[in-house]
Nanobody
Framework: VQLQASGGGLVQAGGSLRLSCAAS????????WGWIRQAPGKEREFVAA????????YYTDSVKGRFTISRDYAENLVYLQMNSLKPEDTAVYYC????????????????????WGQGTLVTVSS
């Protein structure tokens, strides 16, 4: 199973983008989904996560109030709505998933995610 992230692009500061993540196998189910980003010259950084069953969501502090992670049961998609974008949000955004229910403290750990997408580039101009 592979994940496919899409929706990236070039946007001005203050603008919005919505990223989507789909599984290559439509019937694929995972308990926890996440978005992780990597800015140029920096290490990967956790952005947001959602648990499929109870819709509980988690965000890194820098995106709280601006980004929203959500899921579409019918289409088996996960979204990342990004509003009020800032130049420092520029990065390649990866979606990731695991069939395991991660405890809260593990959500931000890359190694806990078993399935990854190829990434989609988001560029925010000032």
């Amino acid at each position: 199973v592979q994940l496919q992230a899409s929706g990236g692009g070039l946007v001005q500061a203050g603008g919005s983008l919505r990223l989507s993540c789909a599984a290559s196998v439509r019937t694929f189910t995972a308990y926890t989904w996440g978005w992780i980003r990597q800015a140029p010259g920096k290490e990967r950084e956790f952005v947001a996560a959602i648990r499929w069953s109870d819709r509980s969501t988690y965000y890194t502090d820098s995106v709280k109030g601006r980004f929203t992670i959500s899921r579409d049961y019918a289409e088996n998609l996960v979204y990342l709505q990004m509003n009020s974008l800032k130049p420092e949000d520029t990065a390649v955004y990866y979606c990731a998933a695991t069939r395991r229910r991660l405890i809260t403290s593990a959500l931000a750990l890359e190694r806990e995610y078993d399935y990854w997408g190829q990434g989609t580039l988001v560029t925010v101009s000032s």
